[in-house]
C-alpha cells in the first residue's frame, strides 16, 4: 500500500512559479513510476508528468505538449518525495494537481495505469 500526500498549491499570478511536492509512504518507491495529473472544472483528469526507473540510478521524464518546457518533475529516492516544478504559468494551468503512483516502470500517461492517487492539491493562476 502507498500513501501519498501532495502539498504546494496556492495561487500565483501569470508568468510565476510554483513547486508541488508529494510524499509517499511505502517500500520501493525508487522504482514506482511517479507522476502528477490535473483536472480543472468540468474536464477530465490529464497527464502532465511522470518520472520512471531507468536502471540503476537514473530516470527517464516525460511531459504533455502543454507543459514541455515550463514544467520539470523531479524525485528525491531518500525523501520519498516527487516534485513539480512549474515555470512561467499560465491561467489555464489552473486545477487540482494530482500525484500518482504505480509499481514498476512504465511510460503510464492515462489515469487507469495508476494505482494510488493523493487527494489533490489547488493550484490557481490569475491573468
Known amino acids: 500500500q502507498v500513501q501519498l500526500v501532495e502539498t504546494g498549491g496556492g495561487l500565483v499570478q501569470a508568468g510565476g512559479s510554483l513547486r508541488l511536492s508529494c510524499a509517499a509512504s511505502?517500500?520501493?518507491?525508487?522504482?514506482?513510476?511517479m507522476a502528477w495529473f490535473r483536472q480543472a472544472p468540468g474536464k477530465e483528469r490529464e497527464f502532465v508528468a511522470a518520472?520512471?526507473?531507468?536502471?540503476?540510478?537514473?530516470?527517464?521524464?516525460y511531459y504533455a505538449d502543454s507543459v514541455k518546457g515550463r514544467f520539470t518533475i523531479s524525485r528525491d529516492n531518500a525523501k520519498n518525495t516527487v516534485y513539480l516544478q512549474m515555470n512561467s504559468l499560465k491561467p489555464e494551468d489552473t486545477a487540482v494537481y494530482y500525484c500518482?503512483?504505480?509499481?514498476?516502470?512504465?511510460?503510464?500517461?492515462?489515469?487507469?495505469?495508476?494505482?494510488?492517487w493523493g487527494q489533490g492539491t489547488q493550484v490557481t493562476v490569475s491573468s
Open positions: 518520472s520512471r526507473w531507468s536502471g540503476f540510478s537514473t530516470y527517464s521524464a
Open positions: 500518482a503512483a504505480r509499481g514498476g516502470s512504465y511510460t503510464a500517461t492515462t489515469p487507469s495505469e495508476y494505482n494510488y
Open positions: 511505502g517500500r520501493a518507491f525508487s522504482t514506482h513510476t
